[in-house]
């Protein structure tokens, strides 16, 4: 009854795939059929109306006004196929009090047949069609774009039930089942290994071809490849909050986020629209009631006025351009949050980093147990019962190393974190700390500063452990570079931005990054709301700031700062609800990289809107002065600028893989 039940859940998923692809294939077919019959009945129409003409100058004025009739009756079939759709949603924009620019092409269509221009009528109409459809292809390309962050996650998996496995629908697969996934498939949840190990291509989240070597214990996650091994996972999300949904989520929710110049370019639109209609319409009354013979001339050129003054690429210069960005960014492992974040990237001032896991790799090394007891190796295994129970990547470097080590860990109670400083917990009814030498000195204990100095200076993470009355131990660690941090803050540095680290690691070690990597400001032992504040002051002063973090931690200064930038999105939650930009694939290098879409997006932004604005301009000026015909006006004013702004509008996407190639 199962197998029944999954075979019909698939058949029916299979077929709303195939329905949806039928429905765009035919839509796809539809608009098509009507391009290609609208040109072959605007090529007699243009060729009929220029011969009538012909034939009128020779003095033949019956053959040619029959000649004009056909020319005309083409022309309203070329005006009626292309146009039907665009005059229905004019209308239908009316009836919600509102003026479109489907409703200016429509009156100026219908006037040109009026005035005798019917050919040239058929030909903005049939013009603005394809610039529509154009427009549309552009929409639909960033949704294709989106979708195929996730068309490599399967609908189905094989779930172990009863010691053996069966097929389900991933949306019927419950948290902490085992699932098997063999060589070559991608992987349908996200999940923990749980036996075996293997290489991830994790290029669908992060950008990056060069798979991930991947054993028990370790993420994985939905939309993957598991490349050669054999694994058995254990599911840790269910089908709808997997990472990759979410980040489809997030770039969907994205689009609504719009930058300050798509604000000001909708508004403008929403006002300008009857602007243009009140204009044109003195435009042809006012010298007509002056000279009402030429009425027609100056009908014509008011409907121009309406056409020329038609803002298509203009509206079209932001969003396709952001857009664009946004999936770009996606592409390359980079998740953006909103159009506003690309606006904001193009002129920061000064960009925040914290240390550990920013910086450098975030997994630290012990260097260094340094017992001050001189007693026995007993305050290990209360180190190893605290440091059991915290999260934070040092707790985890220290517990790894004492695992290494056989010690044993005693049984803690009353565990607390003390956020920025270290942690605390009851053994035997004492209390024991282990943290930074800021959280002792406030607890009044003695620490032994020379020798921490000293080992300090040698660029080590000092960590102390005792109880509240006096220091028993000291623990160091040292954590490796990224090997992009230097060339990226020398790369920020060559653009002008001031560079700044916020840690909450001793000055020493601050100090020593700083002098390696050559960045302009250290600021050490900063709790996480002390980082917040150093943010909202310089904020306060007017700066534009960029803060890169773990996402965890640094979540109050993300949130704080003019872009919230978080490290490392694979397993992390809270860096796609914290933080504005995501950098999934948790190379620091995607900060160049995403600091050149910022920068071409809105250089190219510049440019549809010069373009645009400049050629509407003078064609208005050659309409007002008769230099100027209707198809002109729609062939090159409306639908040539509109594809310009489209294409140009795609360059982004094409120089960022470029740009690419040469990090």
């Known amino acids: 009854m199962g197998e029944y039940h999954l075979s019909g859940a698939c058949e029916i998923c299979q077929l709303e795939l195939e329905e949806d692809d039928k429905e765009e294939k035919f839509e796809r077919l539809k608009i098509g059929l009507m391009i290609a019959f609208s040109g072959l009945f605007l090529i007699p129409a243009i060729a009929l109306d220029f011969f009538s003409q012909f034939v009128e100058s020779a ?200 930058s300050e110049t798509e604000k000001f370019v909708d508004k403008f639109a929403k006002y300008y629209m009857p602007i243009v209609i009140t204009m044109a319409a003195l435009f042809i009354i006012i010298p007509t009631i002056l ?91 209360l180190v190893a019962g605290l440091e059991s129970l915290s999260e934070h990547p040092i707790s985890k470097a220290i517990v790894n190393e004492l695992t290494n080590m056989h010690v044993e860990p005693v049984q803690i109670t009353d565990f607390k974190g003390i956020a920025g400083s270290g942690v605390t917990g009851k053994h035997d009814g004492k209390t024991y700390y282990l943290g930074n030498k800021a959280l002792f000195r406030e607890l009044g204990v003695q620490i032994p500063e020379k020798q921490m100095a000293s080992l300090e200076q040698a ?65 050490s032992e900063l709790k996480p709301h002390e980082k917040q504040q150093f943010i909202k002051d310089m904020m306060s002063r007017g700066e534009n700031v960029i803060m890169v973090g773990d996402g965890v931690n640094d979540a109050p200064a993300l949130a704080t700062a003019t872009v919230g930038i978080a490290m490392g999105g694979t397993g992390s939650d809270v860096t796609l609800e914290t933080s504005d930009i995501v950098l999934i694939n948790d190379n620091l290098g995607s900060l160049t990289t995403l600091l050149n879409i910022s920068k071409k997006t809105l250089s190219i932004i510049r440019q549809n809107i010069i373009i645009a604005v400049a050629v509407k301009f003078l064609f208005l000026i050659l309409a007002i002065f008769g230099l100027m015909t209707l198809w002109i006006a729609v062939g090159i004013g409306d639908f040539g600028v509109s594809l310009f702004v489209i294409l140009n509008s795609f360059r982004i996407a094409f120089s960022n893989k470029k740009a690419k190639k040469t990090l």
């Open 459 to 523: 660029g080590k993470t000092v960590v102390l452990f005792g109880s509240d009355k006096a220091s028993l131990g000291i623990i160091t660690l040292q954590d490796k570079l990224r090997d992009e941090s230097r060339e990226v803050i020398h790369d920020l540095k060559k653009k002008g931005m001031q560079t700044m680290v916020l840690s909450g690691d001793n000055a020493q070690t601050v100090e020593a990054l700083k002098q390696r990597l050559d960045i302009d400001e250290g600021h």
């Open 59 to 258: 003095g033949a004025v019956q053959p040619a006004f029959f000649i004009f009739i056909w020319g005309q009756i083409f022309a309203l079939l070329t005006a009626s196929i292309s146009g039907f759709e665009i005059a229905k949603e004019g209308i239908e924009k009316v009836l919600e009090k509102r003026i479109s620019i489907n409703l200016l092409m429509t009156i100026a269509a219908i006037g040109s047949f009026i005035i005798g221009h019917g050919s040239e009528g058929a030909a903005a109409m049939f013009l603005f069609f394809i610039a529509e459809f154009l427009e549309e292809y552009a929409g639909d390309r960033s949704k294709k774009s989106i979708k195929s962050l996730v068309k490599l996650i399967p609908e189905t998996a094989m779930v172990k039930v009863n010691g053996s496995f069966e097929e389900l629908h991933t949306h019927n697969v419950k948290i902490g089942s085992i699932i098997q996934i063999k060589p070559g498939e991608n992987i349908p949840l996200d999940g923990i290994i749980a036996s075996g190990s293997t290489s991830i291509n994790e290029s669908t989240l992060t950008g990056e071809a060069v798979p991930v070597y991947k054993q028990i214990g370790d993420e994985v996650y939905a939309g993957t490849i598991n490349n050669e091994g054999y694994i058995e996972v254990e599911v840790s999300k269910g089908a709808k909050n997997t990472l990759l949904a979410k980040i489809e989520e997030t770039i969907k929710e994205a689009k609504s986020n719009k």
């Open 291 to 381: 000279n009402p013979f030429l009425w027609d001339q100056w009908l014509y050129r008011g409907l121009m006025l309406l056409v020329i003054s038609c803002p298509c690429a203009l509206v079209l210069s932001t969003p396709i351009s952001m857009v664009t960005a946004l999936t770009s960014g996606a592409k390359n492992g980079i998740v953006i949050k909103g159009g506003k974040y690309v606006e904001l990237l193009n002129d920061p001032r000064v960009i925040v980093f914290d240390k550990t896991g920013t910086l450098t790799r975030g997994t630290l090394q012990v260097k260094d147990l340094i017992d001050l007891t001189d007693h026995s190796d007993y305050w290990l295994r």
